[in-house]
């Protein structure tokens, strides 16, 4: 799978990830994309063990044991978060990470119009991530949003006018941009999106739908 993954993870994106920085949503999809691909997986081994370093390096300070303890068991809660989601096994389209915040049941989907589905996969107080039912060439209502949107496709696959994305990639868009993903004929197309602001659609429908589909 990971071959034919062309959009991937930014560095800066998987550190902030590696310093448990993130915002949860966010932080679901890295944890998704990193499942499904080899060359981020490996990547994120990268920045572990660089952290795990600068702390062996901090060892030879005269840091109190306390203080050392602490960081050692900062980090050590941080990085278990990536086995325990691993733990949790993929079932259909849905890699492990996203069954792990779906606990375990499948995904209950609420019409969007246009024949769209969401399902908010809640996130607790930082806010949700949710999945996309979109059918095969069909659009997504145009939108833009407040903040960052990854957008992470686990079946079929969508193009906007950024480019092309096909299972395994990540669309990341900002608060510039706006886009009418649609979905490539032959397969529905279904996403995992994440965002730090409510998303603003701009067509009429859509926006009197937003207060109750809470997006
Ligand atoms: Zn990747």
């Not at 941080?78 to 606990?103: F, N």
Request: some cysteine; proline content about 7%.
């Amino acid at each position: 799978m990971s071959e034919q993954i062309s959009h991937h993870i930014p560095d800066a994106l998987m550190a902030s990830y590696v310093a448990g920085s993130l915002p949860k949503p966010f932080a679901l999809v890295v944890a998704t994309h990193v499942s499904m691909c080899d060359e981020c997986r490996a990547n994120l081994l990268a920045h572990e063990a660089a952290g795990g370093a600068v702390l062996e390096t901090m060892g030879e300070e005269p840091l109190s044991g306390d203080l050392r303890s602490r960081v050692m068991g900062a980090l050590d809660e941080q990085i278990d978060v990536t086995p325990d989601v691993a733990e949790t096994p993929r079932k259909g389209v849905y890699p492990g990470p996203v069954m792990a915040a779906l606990k375990g049941s499948d995904p209950k989907w609420k019409k969007l119009g246009g024949g769209v589905r969401q399902c908010i996969v809640d996130m607790g107080l930082e806010g949700s991530a949710r999945l996309l039912h979109i059918p095969a060439g069909r659009p997504v209502p145009e939108h833009s949003h407040g903040g960052l949107e990854l957008t992470l496709v686990l079946q079929g696959a969508f193009s906007d006018a950024t480019g092309r994305f096909d299972v395994g990639d990540v669309e990341i868009a900002d608060a510039d941009l706006e886009h009418v993903p649609t979905a490539d004929e032959g397969q529905d197309c279904i996403c995992l999106a994440a965002t730090d602001a409510p998303l603003r659609f701009r067509s009429f429908v859509p926006r009197i739908l937003q207060p109750l589909f809470a997006i």
